[in-house]
């Protein structure tokens, strides 16, 4: 007799008759909810030491995720975080006692097992289970066998069904894990210090971002759930700290799209002594690094687009990149008036009031955004656009200031970061200036930010990444959602 992970809509009436056997097994003296279990040895273990394993009693405990019975014997496939491993259960071997729990235990208990390793005639290997122990039992049916779980929304709700039922999805996770250590172990060999800053700022800053706000009963004052942590980690670099970096959850007021997501990940680093030139070739020898080990080699198909990150990668400022698609030229468009003039007919939304950075950035993202497929450094933002960055010394209407395009989709964004009091103090100002007039977005005053400065804060380049991103681009992921444990979700 086969049985099959059940269909969704008997969910109900399966949900009674498991309560039922719940009952029935606290009647019997069983407990059906176990303690601490120790087990010697993992799914993925007795097949890869097979050779070694052969005819050893081991220990394994897991998720039973499919049931066969022919009479007087058995077969179950049992999951744990490495894979799964057949298990063949016999009456004459547990006893009658084991066996009728055998009969009556359900798809998606946990269990513990013991058994002898060895070979089906099919080949596959399994265990001989000798004991067996319920641990956990499992009220709620998985979703039926061949269908599986593939509502989206459903499997960013239960994503701890989803982790049982598509082993590619755990597969995902495991990877993100791996990435997110590969890149502490880059960053500590290249002598940064990993440091953690405030997640609930007086004043939010560091990027244009509409905060989340809370409020404070015992100072009663309102905090901003950090929209990155950049002002923070500046400072530290003013207090001595010369190479420091955080791997930090920020929280944007903003809309959710396969790129975003209220709350993510970033890494942020900064480098004094450093500049926009020192953090490519920082950013650029850390993504080698982690997609190699992550994938092998340095190239990967994303959506079905081969992505190769051979270095260099493409270095274009802003205003070539523009030219080459559009063919127009805002180098020599000086002011705004001019600049509003040159953009007439494109389709971006051009006000009295957009200045000429304003219109370059609006042109950028219409138009040349959707071809950066490989890897490629987009420098020389204009200034309106980047009020932490350092101003280029040729062109002081620009900035020395990058982002890292790949697939289409910003990774990265870098400068070399602007440490002059003065113009610190007056960007804020013009920031606060569009605050006033409507734009939610735009920074607020940070005086004691501009305090920092003013006891000398040495040249630096600084790096923020989305690590939400790169994970994606990693594993092929289309969605952030894919990639995000539990994603923020519309409530139901």
């Keep these: 007799m086969s049985e099959q992970r059940p269909p969704e809509e008997n969910f109900n009436e399966l949900k009674k008759v498991r309560l039922e056997k719940l009952a029935q097994l606290r009647e019997q003296g069983i407990e059906p909810f176990g303690r601490r279990f120790e087990r010697d040895a993992t799914a993925q273990q007795i097949k890869d030491e097979f050779e070694q394993r052969e005819g050893q009693e081991l220990t394994v405990a897991g998720r039973l995720m499919s049931k066969r019975r022919q009479g007087k014997a058995g077969f179950a496939d049992l999951q744990d975080m490495s894979g799964s491993i057949q298990l063949y259960f016999r009456r004459d071997d547990v006893g009658e006692e084991a066996y009728e729990l055998f009969k009556k235990i359900d798809i998606g208990d946990i269990l513990g097992v013991s058994g002898t390793v060895f070979r089906t005639q099919k080949g596959e290997v399994s265990l001989h289970v000798t004991r067996f122990e319920l641990l956990s039992k499992s009220l709620n049916p998985l979703p039926e066998k061949y269908h599986g779980l593939r509502d989206v929304e459903t499997r960013y709700r239960q994503r701890y069904v989803d982790l049982i039922v598509n082993p590619e999805v755990r597969e995902v996770f495991i990877k993100r894990s791996h990435i997110i ?8 060999q290249h002598d940064f210090l990993e440091v953690e800053t405030p997640m609930m700022h007086p004043i939010p800053g560091g990027a244009v971002a509409r905060p989340f706000v809370t409020h404070h009963n015992t100072l009663d004052m309102d905090l901003y759930l950090r929209i990155a942590p950049e002002l923070y980690l500046k400072r530290l670099l003013v207090g001595g700290l010369e190479r420091v970096y955080e791997i930090n959850r920020s929280f944007r007021n903003e809309g959710i799209s396969t790129r975003h997501n209220p709350e993510f990940t970033m890494l942020e680093f900064y480098q004094a002594y450093g500049d926009m030139q020192s953090m490519m070739e920082l950013i650029e020898e850390l993504i080698c690094a982690v997609q190699e080990r992550i994938n092998g080699g340095l190239s990967l198909t994303y959506e079905g687009e081969e992505i190769s990150f051979a270095r260099p990668w493409k270095r274009i400022t802003m205003l070539d990149a523009i030219r080459e698609v559009t063919g127009l030229d805002f180098a020599a468009a000086d ?57 280029n010394a040729e062109h002081p ?62 040249p630096a380049g600084g790096l923020g990444m989305g690590i939400d991103r790169l994970v994606m681009l990693l594993t092929d992921s289309s969605s952030i959602r894919d990639v995000i444990l539990f994603p923020t979700l519309r409530r139901i």
Excluded at 338 to 365: H, M, W, Y
Excluded at 427 to 445: N, P, S
Aim: proline share 5%; net charge negative; hydrophobic share 40%.
């Design 181 to 188: 250590r590969l890149i502490r172990e880059f960053m500590d």
């Design 335 to 391: 002011s705004d008036h001019a600049a509003r003039e040159l953009a007439q007919g494109l389709k971006i939304k051009l006000t009295p009031a957009s200045s000429r950075g304003e219109i370059i950035n609006d042109v950028f993202e219409a138009y040349v955004e959707e071809t950066l497929l490989q890897p490629t450094f987009i420098y020389g933002h204009p200034v309106e656009i980047s009020p932490l960055a350092k101003r």
């Design 397 to 458: 209407e620009l900035t020395d200031r990058f982002e890292l395009f790949i697939t289409r989709r910003e990774i990265a964004n870098a400068f070399s970061e602007l440490n002059d009091p003065l113009d610190q103090k007056q960007r804020f100002l013009k920031q606060v200036e569009k605050r006033a007039g409507g734009d939610a977005e735009a920074h607020m005053m940070d005086e004691d930010y501009i305090n920092a400065l003013e006891y000398g804060m040495p």
